[in-house]
């Protein structure tokens, strides 16, 4: 069973995700096609990042990913065409795809320059339709990195902001605001349990310190906490509110976590 | 052919509602996944509710509702797996699967426990993904609600705003806004048949008595009506427009039906 | 392999999409479904039909598209079934399907009148759960579109604004603004290419000329370029901006190419 998961810019309100889904069952009528979410804000390369990194490893190996954040659509940027581990993806290079390409154990990444595996007239503005979807519907079938082009190592990787572990804080900054106003941060589990003290708190740009509980109930609704999310990552929130409008916060904010 | 439906508050916006199903796809690799929505109000469990109520009649016997409108999720709430005639529902135990409860000729209800039907890290954040998905995928396979835990009678209901019926008038709440501005009422049709007059009126809190009609076009563009909707119960409407806006219309007003 | 795509104007908020997929997995278990868009714009028909013509072609052919934007739902409006080359449409008679029927070799339409393929109990303002998601799929299994009704040529077309070409300009006008803010006009690229010269500007209703170029990106962030869009047609758009909010773009405002 192959699966087809698409992350895009293109939201919900035209036919763009539906073209993209069309030419790919055309191509392999057998695919499942699911949708990780296409509410990307428009050209927000980062945030569409961390939704693959957040993502991916929730679906079964070989499962393959098509990302399309590509501001730079029809200009001379690559498209690449990867493997890592056993997950398949197709994208712009931007670095959209980097931050898994950091994680995975092996990693081959190619250019996508076949073009057999692109549809016959290539439009210069949804290569999302015209490369990646077909490109990927193609890789379902026949599994093979290689026809795809040449390895290109040198692909854009986009700047993480690794957490910076001190013995009495650890410092990070806010990476993706959710739905629900939750502020994800780079601040993994594992930097904080290195904090050698039990009593933990945490603070950001413009706010005072909170508690870092496991759940939102565990304070009242509309107080602060901090939390490990469903990702692995220290997040801000705002037990039954939006932690972003209530406490102002913005992706890059510093986040600090303290001995208290 | 298995199906496993989706209602949750998750939006669209993040990869949230993608990582519930790359897990059930990687238990049950042939289920169908249809999104019934992801845009209830978040932490609105009686929209939740009758979302489930008026749409689950409409999927194929042994459909799998899994249902996360869940703002207490990481606390000691319980999570539930039931079936209710040949429909099988997974959600926590907040009242959002209560109001098919109600409805069902034959209903088991059991306290979702079992450690194998869940991932082997359980966040304390996202259940949906880490509880409720695994369980649908294997209700799918196993189609064994005794092997998920035991049974569990005093789940949590919610209130119905049953309607009032005297002889003269019908006394019912609004329980739903649609994405139409629809004003939803809790007064059914089988109700309304009771009234022993051929012509009658709708009023409800604030806005003046206005006619019952079978569809929009009955009345003029930005006139009132009322008729009976989709789901089987009375709903307020504006033609072409907007009732809850036009007419000032909130969740729980109160609607009567009466004779002219 | 059978394929059912949708376009509404349902939005995602409620179960409405969910009601209509239910039903016709309980017909046809095996179909896949597809969402094109559930935004179009309640009740516009005309973005409907340019949504449904811009993408039909993408698809597989024997592909059932449902298009439900039916402002007068439960009227003495008809509904149609019709197939086009080697797609087949069910939607209402108000010309949301009329664009394609334009485009067409062969162009079946019919009215959709047999009781046999829709619910038993058909409410008056969900059609596309009683009647057109039912015929959709019952298409999907039988083919037959004779025995769903009488031939209806006297179907509603909607007005189509063709560009007027003159020796030195061409004229058409903004027929969608998509999620982007790109406005995509009447103005195809095989009448550009009569326009006997080599330097070509465009200008909208309010707007300065701009230049015509291939991908966004030859201009500078916020600056306007017009480019031939992916589904062939002539845009306003601006690089990384909203060219509709940017430039004041709304669908009907005439746009120019002409000579320089």
Request: glycine share 8%.
């Amino acid at each position: 069973m192959d699966i087809i998961a698409f992350i895009t810019d293109f939201g919900n309100d035209d036919w763009y995700v539906g073209s993209m889904k069309g030419i790919a069952l055309g191509i392999n009528p057998k695919v499942k096609l699911v949708d990780i979410t296409h509410s990307i804000p428009a050209g927000d390369v980062h945030a569409g990042a961390f939704a693959l990194l957040s993502s991916f490893w929730s679906f079964p190996k070989r499962t393959v990913f098509v990302v399309v954040v590509d501001p730079k659509v029809g200009s001379a940027r690559k498209a690449l065409v990867a493997r890592v581990d056993e997950y398949y993806f197709v994208g712009p290079d931007n670095g959209v795809l980097s931050l898994v390409f950091r994680q995975g154990k092996t990693v081959e990444v190619r250019a996508l320059k076949e073009k057999r595996y692109a549809l016959p007239y290539i439009s210069t503005t949804f290569h999302g339709r015209d490369i990646f979807a077909p490109a990927a519907a193609y890789l379902t079938k026949e599994r093979s990195l290689s026809a795809c082009g040449p390895p290109y190592p040198n692909y854009i990787r986009l700047r993480w902001p690794e957490p910076s572990v001190y013995p009495d804080r650890i410092r990070g900054e806010v990476v993706y605001i959710d739905h629900f106003g939750n502020a994800i941060t780079s601040i993994d589990a594992f930097s904080i349990e290195k904090l050698q003290t039990s009593t933990k708190e945490a603070k950001c740009t413009g706010c005072e310190a909170m508690p870092i509980r496991t759940h939102y109930e565990e304070v009242e609704e509309g107080k602060p906490l901090a939390l490990i999310g469903s990702s692995g990552f220290l997040e801000i929130s705002v037990n039954r509110r939006s932690a972003a409008s209530t406490l102002g916060i913005s992706v890059g904010d510093v986040v600090e976590v303290f001995s208290r």
